[in-house]
Every structure is written in C-alpha cells, then in structure tokens.
C-alpha cells in the first residue's frame, strides 16, 4: 500500500482522545494506520509502528502519535498546490484511494479534510465519534506546551 499520510507535527506530539465510537470505526483506524508512514523507526509506543494505540472500554481512547497530518500523493495531490479544475483532481484522488482498497467513509474523511484544509485528527475523530458527545482532546508537544480543549460531536 502506498503511503500518503505523514506527521505535521515538528517532533511526535501525542493527541489523546475519548469517545463512543461508531459501529464500523475500526476499518477507517486500519486504513488511516496504512496510510500513515511514520518516517522514523522509532514510535511513542513500545515496540510499535502504529498510528494509533486504542483501549476498547465500551468506548475507546485513541492515542496518536501526531496531531495533524500532512497529505500527499505523489504526482497526483499536493494541498500547497493551486488546482483550475477542482472537482476533477478529487476525483483522481478518490480514484486513487480507491485503487488502494481505502474504504468509501476514510475516503470521505480525506476529501473533506482537503476540501476544509484541515488535516488535523479532529477531522478523524468527528466522522468516528458517535454524534452528541463532548470529547476533550489533549495534545502533548514538548516544545511548545500543552493543549486541551473540548470537541462537540
């Protein structure tokens, strides 16, 4: 599987999160997990190069290793790019998540993150999150200090 997603953070910068999960949650972490290419062998989680590190207590906590993501497909998208024919370019995105058996609902969150310009993990989070709740994410960034704040579903 090719890689498409890379860390925007400076350095690994932790986001925790916990939430009731939808249903089918678990196919859009593994495809984000295939997706995601650490570009280091080291990870915050012992003897892991995962993406995410999930509990599963009726609901989860997600704990990431970044907190944003960069999003690139080599000759194809570049979110710094200007594009004249917009739609045109989704769709050869779409195509070529498609190509890579990324399922219909992560393809729907990539498209919206590019069409929001904004790759952070909350954009993640408010498609598998059931709706209703107040989610507090907490972001650990070693350089410049903490963060926590509420996400509304």
Not at 27 to 42: A, L, R, W
Not at 95 to 106: A, E, G, Q, Y
Not at 117 to 134: T, V
């Amino acid at each position: 599987m090719e890689k498409f997603l890379v860390s925007m953070d400076e350095d690994k910068c932790p986001y925790r999160a916990q939430f009731k999960p939808i249903e089918n949650y678990s196919k859009v972490i593994s495809d984000f997990e295939q997706m995601y290419d650490s570009g280091t062998n080291s990870s915050l989680f012992i003897d892991s190069e995962s993406l995410f590190s999930i509990s599963d207590l009726g609901e989860i906590v997600l704990i990431a290793e970044t907190s944003a993501f960069n999003f690139v497909i080599d000759d194809v998208f570049d979110p710094r790019e200007y594009y004249e024919d917009y739609a045109l370019k989704m769709d050869e995105v779409k195509d070529v998540l498609k190509k890579n058996n990324i399922s219909d609902l992560s393809i729907e969150v990539i498209l919206g993150m590019i069409s929001e310009e904004d790759f952070s993990l909350d954009k993640l989070i408010e498609k598998i999150a059931l709706p209703g709740q107040s989610i507090t994410i907490q972001i650990t960034d070693l350089n410049y200090g903490n963060t926590e704040y509420t996400l509304d579903t």
